[in-house]
């Protein structure tokens, strides 16, 4: 059989790669270096024209007090988003391999959260926190916590909206978490659950001892996927609160969208999703060392 | 040896005798304790339902409440406290653009599907399959390409849509969106075909056929399953997708579900509830059905993704 | 202090099964003994170990353990301890926090844990791997920590299942000494399971053989070996197994060591029956000649192995046909519809 072209492996190997590396380089990273060039010049969508202004953008946002609270709140949001994700993902991975009756009904709902589109689960939560037809409002009025003419006002007071913008971040990400987890907990052996029960080991020292140590691993993984999705996440506080009262919520991606799309001025957005790259970046050291301690195992 | 069994003779005088007494005891304090168990865990699943699925729940609800009902104060929500009606949900699929955004979803969805395995499979193959000294490396580079934020790039994009001409349409949507469902495909793809044994296809080879032709007809059928977990997986990030929609697109006959329904169902200061809570429950509930009936496929997909071959 | 274990009646049925996994079993052990559970995979053993551990929660019949019945109660309340096919040591910790695991779970005090388990360690030689983790550990070395990590408990009964499955065949030789030696020091009532007939013949004390969640024997090697209940235990055990020949409404059956050229005996030829194999084929293992071919004169011509020693040296080629002779104390005599043996002979 002639050997064709067909046949050439490492010719073949390059051009299977071809599309996809054409793709990502043409859409990615060169928009990539383009994005961060733009938030050293004045490019709106009004003036596409190129002029470097230099470090320019960046003065202005530091000045800029919305600027300031976008990226503290990012930080915040994140990390507080996490910590409470983690925990509650815990619970719901162990929930999720024990075995009971109407098990697929409450994996469905459970996992809800997550599969709904970002934006419509906000919708269904504006609802659910609005000023006057909040039904939480209603059950906390009905149980005496809250007088009959008083709301709560979850999205228009600052530190309520706040919490409401990280409690929404943390319902819809605890079900990804959790499956994270799960996998990492169904992989533990059943020898080793049977050895911790013979050896006398009761629920907690068990989940303490074994299982929790076995799957950090794997909790890992689930944190810092959840923490890079909250932290570069718009959708959520741009339909939930839209930054709402008065900017106080708005985090660097929503406020970059605000300055770049609603205001036209591309070159100012830029220069705040670029403060996006430090947290990448250190995600980007973590993931290439676990793959390296990988490969060395 | 004659110390050692005096010493092991000594530790089992100390250890406690069982007797039927103390056993029966812990009988009972392990039938309480299995009790107490199954009880905590009923509980707990009732109550992470609930709070997961809590807004659903009252979007169900809100769908038929006629206005009178939902807009009294002091009504209880969870009821209805005047007869339920469909009009909302006729209101819903006649007079707004809610079966435009799904058609529009549904047609990006696809397309973006189809994009997205014409890029990722090929490349995965090659990846898991064809190594060069530098595949390595490019697998990883591919996954981090995923982290770079579209909260940065649609600056860029902007400009690009425009310029291509695509302003304001959901063809550029197209464009977009697999730079979004690529890299984590392609990752997916390699962990699925590195787990059909490498006998198959080169015994497909020993029979006559090329490497590209061993490809095309025993490791891709072979790699369905992934094939099916990429293609939800694609679709559903593209449905998902927010931020470009809204950036690129603001007539209401290119709008996907994504952005549609937070946008052109508020009309002004005037939340259309009902309708807005109905189709957003719409949208949830097929989504949420299909990756269900998955889930096993993606982690286990995850998971191999992650083991080296 | 060795208890004994008894089943009385011990039944597992699983959703979905139709036969239970375990079907009404009794077995008693001695105290002190080594009992080896033998049989196919499927057979029940497992299951049966399982049960008796705890692990596993019985749908008919009682286990009882030094005279009570422990029938509802944990596994750690049973004072068993178990060692696992794949050893199942926490990857995590070191060899010392492994050992060291149950008395913590035990809320023993610091002092007498370091005692308890410095006295496991050196039982079982393990002091210089004290701080090292499982991964970097060879297949023995893992075996003699779990038995420190059950040794350390101060069980009544040790249960082990397949230990030496996971492990290659030159580690498994030195591997079984090492629990035999284990046993004799430390005189614990043992239960074991395996599917290896070579392993129960080598270890126990007393072999019980499984089959479909039934028992079909119980006792010595030796008596297992030599007067099967059936022809079930007649074929599992031994390599190559007993031929079986059926003759009418009888089964004979003699193993292939059994059988020898009657030219070698000569003229004394009391007391043994005499028949013909024609030989197909001939294998030479380990200095014996395993002779396959057909017997004629026992009953149906039935294809039979002969196992020749080394020490007959006498000619035999393929194709030929030659007498072969058995001593009528060697066969045995099977019903062929039961299978099972009828009470012919006594040795």
Same mark, same amino acid.
């Given at each position: 059989?002639?050997?064709?072209?067909?046949?050439?492996?490492?010719?073949?190997?390059?051009?299977?790669?071809?599309?996809?590396?054409?793709?990502?380089?043409?859409?990615?990273?060169?928009?990539?270096?383009?994005?961060?060039?733009?938030?050293?010049?004045?490019?709106?969508?009004?003036?596409?024209?190129?002029?470097?202004?230099?470090?320019?953008?960046?003065?202005?946002?530091?000045?800029?007090?919305?600027? %300031?609270?976008?990226?503290?709140?990012?930080?915040?949001?994140?990390?507080?988003?996490?910590?409470?994700?983690?925990?509650?993902?815990?619970?719901?991975?162990?929930?999720?391999?024990?075995?009971?009756?109407?098990?697929?009904?409450?994996?469905?709902?459970?996992?809800?959260?997550?599969?709904?589109?970002?934006?419509?689960?906000?919708?269904?939560?504006?609802?659910?926190?609005?000023?006057?037809?909040?039904?939480?409002?209603?059950?906390?009025?009905?149980?005496?916590?809250?007088?009959?003419?008083?709301?709560?006002?979850?999205?228009?007071?600052?530190?309520?909206?706040?919490?409401?913008?990280?409690?929404?971040?943390?319902?819809?990400?605890?079900?990804?978490?959790?499956?994270?987890?799960?996998?990492?907990?169904?992989?533990? #052996?059943?020898?080793?659950?049977?050895?911790?029960?013979?050896?006398?080991?009761?629920?907690?020292?068990?989940?303490?001892?074994?299982?929790?140590?076995?799957?950090?691993?794997?909790?890992?993984?689930?944190?810092?996927?959840?923490?890079?999705?909250?932290?570069?996440?718009?959708?959520?506080?741009?339909?939930?609160?839209?930054?709402? #009262?008065?900017?106080?919520?708005?985090?660097?991606?929503?406020?970059?969208?605000? %300055?770049?799309?609603?205001?036209?001025?591309?070159?100012?957005?830029?220069?705040?999703?670029?403060?996006?790259? #430090?947290?990448?970046?250190?995600?980007?050291?973590?993931?290439?060392?676990?793959?390296?301690?990988?490969?060395?195992? | 040896?004659?110390?050692?069994?005096?010493?092991?003779?000594? $530790?089992?005088?100390?250890?406690?005798?069982?007797?039927?007494?103390?056993?029966?005891?812990?009988?009972?304090?392990?039938?309480?304790?299995?009790?107490?168990?199954?009880?905590?865990?009923?509980?707990?699943?009732?109550?992470?339902?609930?709070?997961?699925?809590?807004?659903?729940?009252?979007?169900?609800?809100?769908?038929?409440?006629?206005?009178?009902?939902?807009?009294?104060?002091?009504?209880?929500?969870?009821?209805?406290?005047?007869?339920?009606?469909?009009?909302?949900?006729? =209101?819903? =699929?006649?007079?707004?653009?809610?079966?435009?955004?799904?058609?529009?979803?549904?047609?990006?969805?696809?397309?973006?599907?189809?994009?997205?395995?014409?890029?990722?499979?090929?490349?995965?193959?090659?990846?898991?399959?064809?190594?060069?000294?530098?595949?390595?490396?490019?697998?990883?580079?591919?996954?981090?390409?995923?982290?770079?934020?579209?909260?940065?790039?649609?600056?860029? /994009?902007?400009?690009?849509?425009?310029?291509?001409?695509?302003?304001?349409?959901?063809?550029?949507?197209?464009?977009?969106?697999?730079?979004?469902?690529?890299?984590?495909?392609?990752?997916?793809?390699?962990? +699925?075909?590195?787990?059909?044994?490498?006998?198959?296809?080169?015994?497909?080879?020993?029979?006559?056929?090329?490497?590209?032709?061993? +490809?095309?007809?025993?490791?891709?059928?072979?790699?369905?399953?992934?094939?099916? $977990?990429?293609?939800?997986?694609?679709?559903?990030?593209?449905?998902?997708? +927010?931020?470009?929609?809204?950036?690129?697109?603001?007539?209401?006959?290119?709008?996907?579900?994504?952005?549609?329904?937070?946008?052109?169902?508020?009309?002004?200061?005037? /939340?259309?509830?009902?309708?807005?809570?109905? $189709?957003?429950?719409?949208?949830?509930?097929?989504?949420? +059905?299909?990756?269900?009936?998955?889930?096993?496929?993606?982690?286990?997909?995850?998971?191999?993704?992650?083991?080296?071959? | 202090?060795?208890?004994?274990?008894?089943?009385?009646?011990?039944?597992?049925?699983?959703?979905?099964?139709?036969?239970?996994?375990?079907?009404?079993?009794?077995?008693?052990?001695?105290?002190?003994?080594?009992?080896?559970?033998?049989?196919?995979?499927?057979?029940?053993?497992?299951?049966?170990?399982?049960?008796?551990?705890?692990?596993?929660?019985?749908?008919?019949?009682?286990?009882?353990?030094?005279?009570?019945?422990?029938?509802?109660?944990?596994?750690?309340?049973?004072?068993?301890?178990?060692? *696992?096919?794949?050893?199942?040591?926490?990857?995590?910790?070191?060899?010392?926090?492994?050992?060291? *695991?149950?008395?913590?779970?035990?809320?023993?005090?610091?002092?007498?844990?370091?005692?308890?388990?410095?006295?496991?360690?050196?039982?079982?030689?393990?002091?210089?791997?004290?701080?090292?983790?499982?991964?970097?550990?060879?297949?023995?070395?893992?075996?003699?920590?779990?038995?420190?990590?059950?040794?350390?408990?101060?069980?009544?009964?040790?249960?082990?299942?397949?230990?030496?499955?996971?492990?290659?065949?030159?580690?498994?030789?030195?591997?079984?000494?090492?629990?035999?030696?284990?046993?004799?020091?430390?005189?614990?009532?043992?239960?074991?399971?395996?599917?290896?007939?070579?392993?129960?013949?080598?270890?126990?004390?007393?072999?019980?053989?499984?089959?479909?969640?039934?028992?079909?024997?119980?006792?010595?090697?030796?008596?297992?070996?030599?007067?099967?209940?059936?022809?079930?235990?007649?074929?599992?055990?031994?390599?190559?197994?007993?031929?079986?020949?059926?003759?009418?409404?009888?089964?004979?059956? *003699?193993?292939?060591?059994?059988?020898?050229?009657?030219?070698?005996?000569?003229?004394?030829?009391?007391?043994?029956?005499?028949?013909?194999?024609?030989?197909?084929?001939?294998?030479?293992?380990?200095?014996?000649?395993?002779?396959?071919?057909?017997?004629?004169?026992?009953?149906?011509?039935?294809?039979?192995?002969?196992?020749?020693?080394?020490?007959?040296?006498?000619?035999?080629?393929?194709?030929?046909?030659?007498?072969?002779?058995?001593?009528?104390?060697?066969?045995?005599?099977?019903?062929?519809?039961?299978?099972?043996?009828?009470?012919?002979?006594?040795?």
């Amino acid at each position: 059989m002639r050997s064709g072209l067909a046949d050439r492996e490492g010719f073949l190997a390059r051009l299977m790669l071809l599309p996809a590396i054409a793709y990502i380089v043409a859409l990615v990273a060169v928009p990539f270096v383009i994005a961060i060039a733009y938030s050293f010049s004045d490019v709106t969508a009004g003036n596409p024209s190129y002029d470097w202004v230099g470090l320019d953008n960046y003065r202005a946002n530091w000045r800029d007090p919305v600027f %300031k609270r976008a990226l503290w709140n990012t930080f915040f949001f994140t990390a507080a988003t996490m910590v409470l994700t983690v925990v509650l993902a815990n619970i719901v991975a162990l929930l999720l391999t024990a075995d009971f009756r109407g098990k697929w009904v409450v994996r469905f709902l459970i996992l809800l959260p997550w599969t709904t589109p970002a934006a419509l689960g906000a919708i269904a939560w504006v609802f659910m926190l609005d000023s006057l037809l909040s039904p939480i409002d209603w059950i906390l009025q009905q149980v005496g916590l809250l007088d009959d003419n008083r709301h709560m006002v979850w999205l228009g007071k600052s530190g309520l909206a706040k919490a409401s913008v990280i409690g929404v971040q943390v319902w819809r990400l605890v079900p990804l978490a959790a499956v994270i987890i799960m996998a990492g907990q169904t992989a533990i #052996p059943d020898d080793i659950h049977d050895a911790a029960a013979v050896d006398g080991a009761g629920f907690w020292r068990r989940l303490w001892e074994v299982t929790l140590p076995l799957t950090l691993p794997v909790i890992a993984v689930a944190a810092l996927f959840g923490a890079i999705i909250t932290f570069t996440d718009m959708s959520v506080v741009r339909v939930l609160t839209n930054g709402a #009262p008065v900017n106080q919520t708005q985090v660097l991606a929503s406020w970059a969208y605000v %300055k770049g799309i609603d205001g036209g001025n591309l070159a100012q957005g830029a220069a705040v999703a670029v403060f996006l790259l #430090p947290l990448l970046l250190a995600a980007t050291v973590a993931i290439l060392r676990a793959v390296r301690r990988w490969e060395v195992s | 040896m004659g110390a050692l069994t005096t010493a092991i003779a000594e $530790a089992d005088a100390e250890a406690p005798m069982l007797d039927p007494e103390a056993l029966e005891q812990q009988r009972r304090r392990a039938r309480r304790r299995h009790l107490a168990s199954q009880v905590v865990l009923y509980a707990v699943a009732i109550v992470a339902a609930l709070l997961a699925a809590f807004p659903f729940i009252v979007e169900g609800i809100i769908t038929f409440k006629r206005d009178q009902d939902l807009y009294a104060p002091g009504k209880n929500p969870f009821i209805y406290n005047l007869d339920p009606t469909t009009e909302h949900l006729r =209101f819903l =699929f006649s007079d707004t653009g809610f079966m435009t955004f799904v058609g529009n979803t549904l047609l990006v969805g696809g397309v973006v599907v189809a994009i997205t395995l014409l890029l990722a499979l090929p490349a995965a193959y090659s990846l898991a399959r064809l190594p060069l000294w530098w595949s390595g490396a490019l697998a990883i580079t591919i996954f981090l390409v995923y982290l770079i934020p579209p909260s940065l790039l649609f600056v860029s /994009f902007s400009r690009l849509v425009s310029n291509l001409g695509l302003q304001d349409s959901k063809w550029a949507l197209v464009v977009l969106y697999p730079t979004i469902t690529v890299p984590v495909s392609v990752w997916l793809l390699i962990g +699925f075909f590195k787990s059909i044994p490498r006998d198959i296809e080169e015994q497909a080879m020993v029979d006559g056929y090329s490497r590209l032709a061993a +490809f095309l007809r025993v490791a891709v059928p072979l790699a369905f399953p992934g094939i099916v $977990a990429v293609v939800v997986f694609a679709f559903t990030l593209s449905a998902h997708e +927010f931020l470009y929609a809204s950036a690129f697109i603001s007539s209401s006959s290119e709008k996907t579900v994504s952005v549609g329904i937070p946008t052109e169902l508020v009309l002004g200061d005037v /939340f259309h509830w009902q309708e807005l809570q109905a $189709a957003a429950l719409l949208v949830a509930l097929p989504i949420a +059905f299909v990756f269900n009936l998955l889930l096993e496929r993606f982690v286990s997909g995850f998971t191999m993704g992650a083991v080296k071959g | 202090m060795a208890v004994a274990v008894e089943a009385v009646g011990l039944t597992k049925r699983f959703a979905g099964s139709s036969r239970p996994a375990v079907d009404h079993v009794d077995l008693a052990t001695e105290e002190g003994e080594y009992l080896v559970l033998l049989g196919p995979s499927g057979c029940g053993k497992t299951t049966l170990l399982r049960m008796i551990a705890g692990l596993e929660q019985p749908s008919e019949g009682e286990i009882r353990i030094g005279g009570n019945v422990v029938n509802g109660l944990p596994p750690r309340a049973r004072r068993i301890a178990m060692v *696992f096919q794949s050893y199942a040591l926490y990857p995590h910790k070191t060899v010392r926090q492994n050992i060291e *695991f149950p008395l913590k779970a035990q809320r023993m005090p610091p002092d007498k844990r370091n005692e308890r388990a410095e006295w496991a360690t050196e039982l079982l030689g393990l002091t210089r791997l004290l701080d090292r983790r499982p991964r970097q550990l060879s297949g023995g070395e893992r075996q003699r920590v779990a038995l420190a990590r059950a040794l350390v408990r101060e069980p009544s009964v040790f249960l082990l299942d397949e230990p030496l499955s996971n492990l290659d065949a030159k580690l498994r030789t030195l591997a079984r000494d090492d629990l035999k030696n284990f046993h004799e020091r430390v005189g614990t009532t043992t239960i074991y399971v395996t599917h290896d007939q070579v392993e129960a013949m080598g270890m126990g004390d007393r072999i019980v053989v499984m089959l479909d969640g039934k028992v079909r024997q119980i006792g010595p090697p030796q008596a297992v070996y030599e007067l099967p209940a059936d022809t079930f235990v007649a074929t599992f055990l031994g390599s190559p197994p007993m031929n079986l020949i059926p003759r009418d409404d009888v089964i004979v059956g *003699f193993r292939p060591e059994k059988a020898l050229p009657a030219a070698v005996l000569g003229e004394a030829l009391d007391g043994h029956r005499r028949w013909t194999l024609e030989i197909h084929r001939i294998e030479y293992l380990s200095g014996d000649r395993h002779l396959h071919g057909l017997a004629t004169g026992l009953g149906t011509p039935t294809p039979v192995i002969v196992r020749l020693p080394a020490t007959v040296m006498m000619p035999i080629d393929v194709g030929g046909t030659h007498d072969f002779v058995v001593r009528e104390d060697d066969l045995c005599y099977f019903d062929a519809e039961t299978e099972r043996a009828h009470e012919v002979r006594a040795r």
